[in-house]
Nanobody
Framework: EVQLVESGGGLVQAGGSLRLSCAAS????????IGWFRQAPGKEREGVSC????????YYADSVKGRFTISSDNAKNTVYLQMNSLKPEDTAVYYC????????????????WGQGTQVTVSS
């Protein structure tokens, strides 16, 4: 059974940093991608950043480029999202998800989802 568990969310002041972790288990796939998505109150869920397991390709939404960094530790089956220079508009529930074949960063492509972790950025 595939499980994704996020951690690292919390309350931070604008300009601060947080690191989210996504611990994956139950994976038997050779080629997959892990993505971070977020959903703010009253808004659609959006792709923030995604990474391919096979070649390390990454994607970043324009709104987070230069501030967020996605990385993976394959030995620990964990993907991280380092978030710097946080802004109030980054406030959302952040989800990690797994795409079990291929690479992409569209929500509808992803097969498995974590429960989400709340990130709140105060002004």
């Amino acid at each position: 059974e595939v499980q994704l568990v996020e951690s690292g969310g919390g309350l931070v002041q604008a300009g601060g940093s947080l690191r989210l972790s996504c611990a994956a288990s139950g994976f038997t796939f050779d080629d997959y991608a892990i993505g971070w998505f977020r959903q703010a109150p009253g808004k659609e869920r959006e792709g923030v950043s995604c990474i391919s397991s096979s070649d390390g390709r990454t994607y970043y939404a324009d709104s987070v480029k230069g501030r967020f960094t996605i990385s993976s530790d394959n030995a620990k089956n964990t993907v991280y999202l380092q978030m710097n220079s946080l802004k109030p508009e980054d406030t959302a529930v952040y989800y990690c998800a797994a795409l079990t074949s291929g690479y992409g960063c569209y929500e509808e492509e992803y097969d498995y989802w974590g429960q989400g972790t709340q990130v709140t950025v105060s002004s």
